[in-house]
């Protein structure tokens, strides 16, 4: 299995900020011949199913904010959030299916 | 729209049985491989079973290997997850989702079905 691990758990950022949450794979999860990462971020609010962000590493889904973007390649992710709005506290999850789908712990982001 | 909607959770004891429903509509049902997630409570996500379109390609997780089974009915545009044999670390909202491409990663969630395993 490829693990996912999450960092932080939680962070607390003030309105109109930036939020940043890591995400790494046990192992790469680039496939080589297509140069895709097979990684996807959700986010989760509370009472409510898991939403979909971005997929392929950086593809932000439609209708999601650009305030939302994704990064990394091969082993590291980031999901970074700028200009945070209140909207935006839930708990955010990483998640690779180069394999088996996996996700990662979460990471709970709040309003300082 | 996409419209997922689980039903059959409840409580269960130890040892019972449970079948999961999940009722797909706007989109061509057969056409999507479906899955089952879930998530203890206040506790993170777990891909427990998915299945192709067609129903030939099955994937379970370790954790629910030789007690669930999935299924799904294409003229009834259903999915289906039978749990046998329930622990009490089977307790769980239960979340049918639709995966876009084949992928393995999610773009629909229905609401989410509770299982509870307690005596």
């Known amino acids: 299995d490829i693990v996912m691990t999450q960092s932080p758990d939680s962070l607390a950022v003030s309105l109109g900020e930036r939020a940043t949450i890591n995400c790494k794979s046990s192992?790469?999860?680039?496939?080589?011949?297509?140069?895709?990462?097979?990684l996807a971020w959700y986010q989760q609010k509370p009472g409510q199913p898991p939403k979909l962000l971005i997929s392929?590493?950086?593809t932000r889904e439609s209708g999601v904010p650009d305030r939302f973007s994704g990064s990394g390649s091969g082993t590291d992710f980031t999901l970074t959030i700028n200009n945070l709005q209140a909207e935006d506290v839930a708990v955010y999850y990483c998640?690779?299916?180069?394999?088996?789908?996996?996700f990662g712990g979460g990471t709970k982001v709040e309003i300082k | 729209q996409v419209q997922l909607v689980e039903s059959g959770g409840g409580l269960v004891k130890p040892g019972g049985s449970l079948r999961l429903s999940c009722a797909a509509s706007?989109?061509?049902?057969?056409?999507?491989?479906m899955s089952w997630i879930r998530q203890a409570p206040g506790k993170g996500l777990e891909c427990v079973s998915y299945?192709?379109?067609?129903?030939?390609?099955?994937y379970y997780a370790d954790s629910v290997k030789g007690r669930f089974t999935i299924s799904r009915d294409n003229a009834k545009n259903s999915l289906y997850l039978q749990m046998n044999s329930l622990r009490a670390e089977d307790t769980a909202v239960y979340y049918c989702?639709?995966?876009?491409?084949?992928?393995?990663?999610?773009?629909?969630w229905g609401q989410g079905t509770l299982v509870t395993v307690s005596s």
């Open positions: 989702a639709r995966d876009p491409d084949s992928g393995y990663y999610f773009d629909y």
């Open positions: 706007g989109f061509t049902f057969s056409d999507y491989y």
């Open positions: 392929w590493a950086s």
């Open positions: 192992q790469s999860i680039l496939y080589i011949s297509s140069n895709k990462n097979y």
């Open positions: 299945i192709s379109g067609s129903g030939k390609t099955l």
């Open positions: 998640q690779q299916y180069y394999s088996a789908p996996f």
